[in-house]
């Protein structure tokens, strides 16, 4: 840190992304729960198609995809606001919607960039511990002050809640934000998108870097009441309009509409992500409910960072946090079967070497 | 503004970006200082290659761009930070070194985003006024407290500074930072890179958007010490880490390699510049002496205001600012040289048509 550097962030501690080795091609890697499937050939051909002259500025507004994703998600256009990745749009609803007097609400074990959002925007926040078995309950965010931050599926569980229990939340105060970031949302969860027309306090956030395979893309957006919309759409003329590139802009719109490949791979992910399951259980793994494309799991026979080293030797990355509460366990990215065959192949290797 | 938004934000007024009119094929558009060229096919088909798999995330460090920017401006890698356009930059280094103690200093004429970086960052600032012939005096900021900004050339003026004129300031005060806005350096002004290594206390932003011909990929950067450079990081990875996709990445790098062309642009517009002034001022037009790919203009026969009117009438759209200082002027990009022949033949007309 500089001597120049505003003292307002002193405290600041920045979000860590997942290791992305130099020499990536010595491994599998499982750790940063990106799609095994390249966007598809029809997909980049039309984006080609599509993008605008690129000595000439993005579309502000981005008012082709805007309307894409409005029609894949039967709301209207201006429900919808689009970003350089969902995290640009998470900070942003954090600088909407938390300050010193109104807190963010998130768990404990969550999306780790959700505490960091609220220290570089000087907010308040709280941390609501998940249950023992590490599932969300809806109760313990109903009566409290402040704006939801909720991932469902939840990282890095993976489990999810059903939309009824986030509609209490939603419901039962509505002077205040729900934010459901549904990062993960197509590999099995059920979608808040629905709620969107009933409640003008939720915000349902999605993004194309996991089901739609784009995550080198950057592409983030947003659904919500046309207020919050609005609301969003201000910080983003007052840090950066063009946030969303032409070439981005155009490759979304292509991947919309390509639905039936984005479908059919989500499809490959949960099969390719029950059968990892059933081989970790065999060895008798706990592995948590998930209905993202990760998986969370731990033995009594091994620990969380010995399990996370042992396959980084043997050439896999998966991910392994050392926070106390989950220090047992790793997060496995769920990638193509031969990806996954290896990872269980290798999990056996990792076992039968303790009994030597 | 919906009822949640958060109250810090209330005087919050979003800037504003040039005109983009839907019906665009419908006029000349001298109004957002885009380039009139593509990038190079060289660089395209250069970028093909680069580009890495899409379904993976983009690399948090760009690495090989930040290398390649680093040997394009001989300096070390860790003293060049990319950012999504340099805008985003720009605001990094209002959140990094502007709080409500540590004013922005910039000029009454400038840039109209600094007062927006401003605002939403809560930070405090003060207008320096530019002298009245629009030149900015480096006395002005010479013994005044805060952080300041440069454009130079300066917006929407053109004019330009000698780096020797900003060395006076960046030297006067080594306890604050000087960041130079240098968006339209490579139409014929100095750059104040080869103060970086020299000073710890400047900062230069760059951007593609303009003599690299990159607007719709929005790629913008900024040289400093390594000191600000790792301020400028902390503020990324706790905002956006991901901020620059594979795709503009790839751009940046091939567009480097391709610097042959993006200069032989530049001189063209350099050559389009003059004849458009010489043009210009046998019609009788004040033109400020402009480093940049625009110019600023006015007459004593016609408004500023009837100036942009009467152009976007005939089908080519200019900008005009209402702030009272400079209402009577307008703001012209130099394109083509096509382009610049239908503008002069149209201020022709316009004038003509005054003395029907």
Same mark, same amino acid.
Not at 82 to 104: C, H, Q, R, W
Not at 164 to 181: G, L, T
């Given at each position: 840190?500089?001597?120049?550097?505003?003292?307002?962030?002193?405290?600041?501690e920045p979000?860590?992304p997942?290791?992305?080795?130099?020499?990536?091609?010595?491994?599998?890697?499982?750790?940063?729960?990106?799609?095994p499937f390249?966007?598809?050939?029809?997909?980049?051909?039309?984006?080609?198609s599509?993008t605008r002259?690129?000595?000439l500025?993005?579309?502000?507004?981005?008012?082709?995809?805007?309307?894409?994703?409005?029609?894949?998600?039967?709301v209207?256009?201006?429900?919808?606001?689009?970003s350089? !990745? %969902?995290?640009?749009?998470?900070?942003?609803?954090?600088?909407?919607?938390?300050?010193?007097?109104?807190?963010a609400l998130?768990a404990?074990?969550?999306y !780790?960039?959700?505490?960091?959002?609220a220290?570089?925007?000087a907010?308040?926040?709280?941390?609501?511990?998940?249950?023992?078995?590490? %599932?969300?309950?809806a109760?313990?965010?109903?009566g409290?002050?402040?704006?939801?931050?909720?991932?469902?599926?939840?990282?890095?569980?993976?489990?999810?809640?059903?939309?009824?229990?986030?509609?209490?939340?939603?419901?039962?105060?509505q002077?205040?934000?729900?934010?459901?970031?549904?990062?993960?949302?197509?590999?099995?969860?059920?979608?808040?998108?629905?709620?969107?027309?009933?409640?003008?306090?939720?915000?349902?956030?999605?993004?194309?870097?996991k %089901?739609?395979s784009?995550?080198?893309g950057?592409?983030?957006?947003a659904? !919500?009441?046309?207020?919050?919309?609005?609301?969003l759409?201000?910080?983003?003329y007052?840090?950066n309009?063009?946030?969303v590139?032409s070439?981005?802009s155009?490759?979304?719109?292509?991947?919309?509409a390509?639905?039936?490949?984005?479908?059919?791979?989500?499809?490959?992910?949960?099969?390719?992500?029950d059968?990892?399951v059933?081989?970790l259980?065999?060895?008798g793994?706990?592995?948590?409910?998930?209905?993202?494309n990760?998986?969370f799991?731990?033995?009594?026979?091994? !620990?969380?960072?010995?399990?996370?080293?042992?396959?980084?030797?043997?050439?896999?990355?998966?991910?392994?946090?050392?926070?106390?509460?989950?220090?047992?366990?790793?997060?496995? %990215?769920?990638?193509?079967r031969?990806s996954?065959?290896?990872?269980?192949?290798t999990?056996?290797?990792?076992?039968?070497?303790?009994?030597?």
């Amino acid at each position: 840190m500089s001597r120049f550097f505003s003292k307002k962030y002193s405290m600041l501690e920045p979000y860590v992304p997942g290791e992305q080795p130099s020499d990536m091609d010595r491994y599998i890697k499982l750790n940063t729960n990106e799609s095994p499937f390249p966007p598809s050939d029809k997909a980049m051909a039309m984006a080609h198609s599509l993008t605008r002259s690129l000595q000439l500025y993005s579309d502000p507004d981005s008012v082709e995809l805007t309307k894409a994703l409005a029609k894949t998600y039967n709301v209207e256009p201006d429900m919808v606001a689009v970003s350089n !990745g %969902s995290d640009e749009i998470l900070n942003f609803a954090f600088m909407a919607y938390t300050d010193k007097e109104n807190p963010a609400l998130f768990a404990d074990i969550t999306y !780790g960039f959700y505490p960091v959002f609220a220290q570089i925007n000087a907010s308040a926040y709280e941390l609501i511990p998940l249950r023992e078995d590490f %599932s969300l309950c809806a109760d313990d965010y109903i009566g409290r002050r402040g704006t939801v931050f909720i991932a469902n599926p939840n990282a890095p569980t993976g489990m999810a809640l059903p939309v009824s229990e986030i509609e209490r939340i939603v419901k039962a105060d509505q002077d205040r934000i729900v934010v459901v970031d549904e990062a993960y949302v197509d590999f099995g969860a059920e979608s808040c998108v629905g709620l969107v027309r009933r409640y003008p306090n939720i915000l349902v956030c999605q993004t194309f870097s996991k %089901s739609r395979s784009f995550a080198g893309g950057r592409l983030g957006y947003a659904i !919500g009441s046309r207020e919050i919309i609005a609301d969003l759409n201000t910080i983003k003329y007052s840090t950066n309009p063009y946030n969303v590139n032409s070439m981005t802009s155009a490759m979304g719109v292509a991947i919309l509409a390509d639905e039936e490949y984005t479908r059919a791979n989500c499809r490959t992910i949960m099969d390719n992500r029950d059968f990892t399951v059933d081989g970790l259980r065999k060895m008798g793994f706990r592995v948590l409910d998930s209905r993202a494309n990760f998986i969370f799991v731990s033995s009594d026979r091994i !620990g969380g960072g010995d399990f996370y080293r042992a396959m980084k030797e043997r050439g896999i990355l998966i991910r392994h946090f050392t926070r106390d509460r989950i220090a047992d366990w790793c997060r496995v %990215s769920i990638g193509s079967r031969q990806s996954m065959e290896a990872f269980l192949r290798t999990t056996g290797d990792i076992l039968a070497a303790l009994d030597d």
